[in-house]
């Protein structure tokens, strides 16, 4: 039996479980070569017909992303340009958006996400301190403190947090991350307001796919196999997500795991940051309507989530091309406004926000 079955067992209203044979199903057992549950059946043809139509949507959105753009389309642009944007969109958007589900999940939390925890501006921060005192390093060093800044202010975020009380976490924790997030942003941007780097770090936290050519996105490949990573071990993020004691009681390592989520979490928004900038509200908008449908078991949404991101770019990246063509906008600056938009919508009718 595995965590997660336990979990299941223990935990039925927090962790589910989908129909198998042998498992009981309403007043009834069903048994394995029984008859077909009718009811299961349209289940199961409802949700192949929402991901066929998902997917196409996705793959629509593709094709648009690889054709949709200013100057003329030619085969050295296609390759060149095109394909590594599309790419870099698909990879960023889901690496957002399980950075933020993770995230969520290891903290107990709806109202959290990379960028709104102080994750993102410390990786921004641990750029602007390797641009500054370390100019001949290179990109992958650079990330590399990125990433190290990245991991020190989660962990910054987490002891602080320790100090709320739980019966007012549900508020008092968003609001701590914004806080913390605000004051190393203010601090970055005297830093780089001192040394006149100011420019640079607004396009640096701005997301922006326009300078995404060939040679110049390949680190993302990093959060793609992240998400292999999260995907191999997402029944025991699972666990995690139901507290330090039952989580050990249930023969989890506790304080591995969350290092391991926390720690893939601080890398993707690392990588995404040094190669395409901040994403705001991705991380908070997707994960919330996905666990609004599917709940917390992290195996059965993760692959949702991850298509659920990288269309939601995708759609964001294609209005900023076309919204002012052939100029375009910074995607971060769409991202923002449609997230904030549907995030206040998610608010206000509060329905399986907790």
Do not use: K, Y
């Given at each position: 039996m595995t965590l997660l079955d336990l979990a299941r067992?223990?935990?039925?209203?927090?962790?589910?479980?989908?129909?198998?044979?042998g498992k009981v199903v309403g007043n009834r057992i069903r048994t394995p070569g029984a008859g077909a549950d009718p009811a299961a059946v349209r289940r199961r043809t409802l949700r192949v017909g929402i991901w066929a139509l998902a997917l196409l949507v996705f793959g629509a959105l593709v094709v648009a992303s690889l054709l949709i753009g200013a100057g003329?389309?030619?085969?050295?642009?296609?390759?060149?340009?095109?394909?590594?944007?599309?790419?870099?969109?698909?990879l960023a958007g889901a690496a957002m958006a399980l950075g933020g589900l993770l995230m969520q999940l290891l903290v107990r939390n709806?109202?959290?996400?990379?960028?709104?925890?102080?994750?993102?501006?410390?990786?921004?921060?641990?750029?602007?301190?390797?641009?500054?005192?370390m100019p001949a390093m290179p990109v992958a060093g650079k990330m590399g403190v990125a990433v190290l800044a990245g991991i020190l202010g989660t962990a910054l975020f987490l002891q602080v947090i320790r100090v709320v009380p739980v019966h007012s976490a549900i508020i008092v924790v968003p609001l701590v991350g914004l806080m913390l997030s605000g004051v190393i942003a203010a601090s970055t941007t005297f830093i780089a307001y001192q040394f006149?780097?100011?420019?640079?770090?607004?396009?640096w936290m701005?997301?922006?796919?326009?300078?995404?050519?060939?040679?110049?996105?390949?680190?993302?490949?990093?959060?793609g196999a992240l998400l292999v990573v999260t995907y191999v071990f997402a029944d025991r993020f699972t666990v995690a997500g139901l507290g330090r004691d039952h989580a050990t009681s249930l023969g989890l390592n506790h304080r591995v795991a969350m290092a391991v989520g926390?720690?893939?979490?601080?890398v993707s928004s690392a990588v995404?940051?040094?190669?395409?900038?901040?994403?705001?509200?991705?991380?908070?908008?997707?994960?919330?309507?996905?666990?609004?449908?599917?709940?917390?078991?992290?195996?059965?949404?993760?692959?949702?989530?991850?298509?659920?991101?990288?269309?939601?770019?995708?759609?964001c990246d294609i209005l900023a091309r076309v919204i002012n063509h052939p100029y375009e906008l910074p995607v971060g600056i769409i991202v923002g406004v449609v997230g904030a938009a549907v995030f206040l919508t998610m608010l206000v009718r509060r329905k399986g926000l907790r």
């Open positions: 067992r223990d935990f039925p209203g927090v962790v589910t479980s989908s129909t198998a044979p003329t389309l030619d085969a050295q642009v296609f390759w060149a340009s095109r394909v590594p944007r599309t790419v870099a969109v698909v709806r109202f959290v996400e990379p960028s709104t925890v102080g994750t993102t501006e410390s990786a921004g921060a641990g750029l602007l301190i390797a641009t500054i005192w006149d780097l100011l420019q640079t770090m607004t396009m701005t997301g922006d796919f326009s300078g995404v050519i060939r040679g110049r996105f390949e680190l993302l490949w990093l959060v926390l720690g893939i979490v601080a995404c940051v040094v190669v395409v900038g901040g994403l705001p509200f991705l991380g908070l908008v997707v994960p919330n309507l996905v666990s609004l449908v599917m709940g917390d078991n992290l195996r059965r949404s993760l692959p949702v989530i991850c298509l659920g991101g990288a269309g939601f770019v995708l759609a």
